[in-house]
Structure formats: C-alpha cells, structure tokens
C-alpha cells in the first residue's frame, strides 16, 4: 500500500496507484470531467493521471468547480 | 447596448455574476437567467463526493462562459497554482484572479496580486484581476498585460457600494482595458452608479445571492446596469448650485 494525503485526509492506496486512481478514490465522477489534480502543488495534467504513480507520503490534491466568487 | 468585448470575447451583457452564497442550485438558475448574464464565475474546491448536480454543466445550460476565480488564496503562487488547475479543469486560460491580504476585510493583497497576474500573463492567461480602488495599480495591472481591471466598490460580500467614486473615476478616465466595477454591490443603484461612472460592466454575487428573492433583484440589477449604461452614453446634465427654470421665462402672464 502507498499512504497518501489526499484532499487532505490520509489514505491508503494499492502499490502502484497513480492519480487516475486518487482522482477516483476522492469521488469524482469517473469520466473526472471538470476535475483538477495536483500532487505536492504541481499540476498534474489529465494526460498524464494514468502514468503518474504516487509516492509515499505525497500530498493529492483533486478539486472541481463549485459555487463561487 | 453595444456588446462588452474582452480580449477576444465579445458579451451581449454587461452584468457578470458570482455564483457563490445561492441556497441551492435551482435558486442559481432562476437567477442566472433572470439577469440576463453571459458570464459567470465559479470557485475551485476539492471534490466532494456528496455533491449532487454538476455547475458547469448549468451554466453550460444556461448561455454562461464559466469563469472560474482564486478565491481563498493569499499568495501569488498559490493563486497560480489555482490559476493553473482551473485550466485544466475547465479547458479555459480565463481567471479572474483574486489575491486576498487580509482575511477580514477581504482587501486583496497589491504586491502578491500584480506577481501573480505578470507570471499568469507570461503564462498565457486572459486575467481579469480582483483589486482594490487604487487607480496606481489599476495601471500596473493593465501594463502587466491583464484583459481588464475590477476595482472594488467596497469590500467583498458587504453591500456598501462605491465607497470612493472619486478614485473609480480616475481608474476610468485613464484605462485602456474595460473596467468591471467588482464587489461591493449593495442594490440597483449602486450597479447604476457604476454604469454611470463609466465602468464597462459590473460583477456582483451577494447582492442577488443573499438577497431575499434572488432572481427579482437578478432582474432588478440587469435593468440597473442597463439603465447605467444609456444613461452614461446620452450625456447626462451638468450639475449646477442653483435652479435653471425648465419652463419658458418669456411671455409670463402679468396676473397681479
């Protein structure tokens, strides 16, 4: 397993979990349509979330729009 | 009306809403059509698995270019980075940048706002910056190559209006980007007086999203704002410190 943060709270993936696989464990919808990642403050582009694979004690960050502004 | 072009957009309106502070998503709609908005900004937050019913897609439904903002960040980079994640989220390099310094008054922070605006600019942004009055930085943030200005009325959320229209008018007369008054908003008159001020549109969102019936003072401000406008371009009057008859003062009837 490969612990995390993700969206703030501590999260225990499958070795070999990449932001493809975050973005879902946050519960976005799977197509992650109008979804964002970042691992560690750096923009992961959606063409890349299947490759990236997550470190140990990384920090995921998934968003989305919402209400604002 | 002539329509309100920003960078390479062109908009049949002149109000911009804030989708934030609505009750709920059906409450959004009925506003976001009642005033007649073309655009309209949105937050990014982290996901929430409980959420139900996606916003873009309403405002995809309702006619809106979904503008998404930095609203919660304090630091040029943290706004970038926001910046940057919006891009990705919803395909657009359009932000309307906000960089807050201080979490009362909810003043943008000038140093870290015109950092993150030239490092969005160079990045290949459209940004559209949240500032204060200030019509010194109005001008570096047009320099710095931002697609407008959206000088404050008065601070975000409080209803107060233009607190300072000496300075709103100094931003006018001396930008070459459209000016958005932003924030502030309280009612009608305050959207008008802004039109009237100059200003090329007006954003607002509290002001209809707390208001007691959103979608009537959604409708109130589309006219507001319209009503501002004509009234901008058909000259108003000079104001004057002594009555003008309005009335012929020839051929007044000698009755005493």
């Known amino acids: 397993m490969v612990s995390v943060t993700l969206n703030g709270e501590a999260r225990e993936l499958p070795d070999g979990a990449t932001v493809a696989d975050a973005v879902r464990a946050a519960g976005a919808r799977e197509d992650g349509r109008g979804v964002a990642a970042a691992v560690d403050g750096e923009v992961v582009p959606r063409g890349r979330w299947q490759a990236r694979e997550l470190a140990g004690d990384e920090r995921v960050e998934v968003l989305q729009a919402v209400q604002g502004g | 009306m002539s329509p309100l072009v920003i960078a390479d957009r062109s908009f049949g309106s002149r109000l911009i809403v804030g989708t934030g502070g609505f009750a709920s998503l059906d409450a959004m709609r009925a506003a976001v059509e009642a005033s007649g908005a073309e655009m309209a900004t949105v937050a990014l937050r982290r996901v929430d698995p409980a959420a139900r019913g996606s916003i873009v897609e309403l405002l995809d439904d309702c006619g809106c270019f979904v503008l998404p903002n930095t609203a919660g960040c304090f630091t040029a980079r943290d706004a970038v980075t926001t910046a940057r994640l919006a891009r990705e989220a919803l395909e657009t390099d359009w932000v309307?940048?906000?960089?807050?310094?201080?979490?009362?008054?909810?003043?943008?922070?000038?140093?870290?706002?015109?950092?993150?605006?030239?490092?969005?600019?160079?990045?290949?942004?459209?940004?559209?910056?949240?500032?204060?009055d200030d019509p010194v930085l109005a001008r570096r943030l047009e320099d710095a190559g931002c697609a407008a200005v959206m000088p404050l009325g008065s601070p975000i959320g409080s209803g107060m209006g233009i607190?300072?229209?000496?300075?709103?008018?100094?931003?006018?007369?001396?930008?070459?980007?459209?000016?958005?008054?932003?924030?502030?908003?309280?009612?009608?008159?305050?959207?008008?007086?802004?039109?009237?001020?100059?200003?090329?549109?007006?954003?607002?969102?509290?002001?209809?999203?707390?208001?007691?019936?959103?979608?009537?003072?959604?409708?109130?401000?589309?006219?507001a704002v319209e009503a501002g406008y004509a009234a901008r371009h058909a000259g108003r009057i000079p104001r004057r410190r002594y009555g003008q008859p309005s009335s012929p003062t020839e051929g007044v009837a000698e009755l005493t």
């Open chain 2, 163 to 223: 607190a300072n229209p000496y300075n709103l008018r100094l931003i006018v007369e001396s930008a070459r980007v459209p000016v958005i008054l932003d924030a502030g908003i309280g009612t009608a008159s305050d959207a008008a007086l802004a039109m009237e001020a100059g200003c090329d549109a007006v954003l607002l969102a509290s002001a209809v999203s707390r208001a007691k019936d959103p979608a009537a003072m959604a409708a109130a401000m589309r006219k």
């Open chain 2, 96 to 132: 309307k940048l906000e960089v807050i310094g201080d979490d009362k008054t909810l003043l943008p922070d000038p140093g870290e706002l015109l950092a993150a605006a030239e490092q969005l600019v160079a990045d290949g942004f459209t940004v559209l910056p949240y500032t204060s």
